[in-house]
């Protein structure tokens, strides 16, 4: 697989340092000849200039590439590369860094950005995963934004507990996915009962994100019982998912951080 990368910082650098590790043909644009040198990669190949600049990404000869990782500290920069990568050179994969939490709701295919790598939100995620018990935490979003992962870990007094995957009426869009219980991964089937301290994995829309939070902490006698269909899946219902989470798009640019 042929991977262009922008920015040849810490991030990009450690990004091309993995890909090469697996045998991956990787290409780096960065503005700094400098960084050629104390980059320490073997095998990469380097391009010196600004991937802003169409005649710098022609150079790159981007079309050829499988996938495009914008990795610089600048989040316009990032999307500005992934939208002439799209739409100039029709790549078919790019990855665009997130840098100001601010910027995250431009990071979508209007802007080029297939996948959005938010740093921060990532990060916060993975602390909150540790430390959070009876609150949905979203650990990844998928899709340019359309749908994530979440995590609920089930505390030892939740109404859950003795209940089976099939007795829930989960919301329709919420999937559950996985169970990890004592360290070890569970594929959840229809009587797969519920114990406490469990770590539910859901893949849903953000629109039912809420209401999976509002099912999972409902108070006890008030969760939807009536099951699913035989034919339907563990994760789905025949309850409409409702928008929620969406405010209007923020009327400054967002680059303020």
């Known amino acids: 697989m042929k991977v262009v990368i922008v920015g040849a910082g810490s991030v990009g650098s450690s990004i091309a340092r993995e890909l090469l590790a697996h045998k991956h043909e990787i290409l780096l644009i960065d503005l700094k000849p400098e960084v050629i040198g104390r980059s320490g990669l073997r095998g990469a190949h380097w391009l010196v200039g600004d991937a802003c600049e169409l005649s710098t990404l022609q150079g790159a000869k981007v079309e050829d590439a499988d996938v495009v990782v914008s990795a610089t500290g600048d989040d316009k920069v990032n999307l500005v590369v992934s939208l002439l990568a799209k739409t100039e050179f029709g790549v078919g994969r790019t990855v665009g860094r997130v840098n100001n939490p601010k910027n995250d709701w431009m990071f979508n295919d209007s802007w080029g950005v297939d996948v959005a790598v938010n740093t921060p939100q990532l990060m ?23 749908a994530s992962l979440v995590e609920f870990t089930v505390p030892h007094d939740s109404h859950v507990i003795g209940m089976t995957v099939g007795d829930i009426h989960w919301p329709e869009d919420a999937t559950l996915v996985a169970i990890l219980r004592d360290q070890a991964p569970i594929t959840p089937s229809r009587d797969d009962v519920i114990d406490g301290g469990d770590e539910l994995f859901f893949v849903t829309t953000i629109a039912a994100e809420d209401r999976l939070r509002e099912l999972l902490s409902s108070a006890p ?19 409409p998912a409702t928008a929620s989470g969406y405010g209007p798009v923020p009327e400054d640019d967002g680059f303020d951080g």
Do not use: F, K, P, Y
């Open 124 to 146: 916060t995620a993975l602390v909150e995963e540790a430390v959070e018990i009876g609150d949905l935490v979203r650990l990844l979003t998928l899709q340019t934004g359309v």
């Open 221 to 239: 006698g008030s969760i939807d019982t009536a099951g699913i269909n035989g034919g339907e899946q563990a994760g789905s219902s025949a309850q």
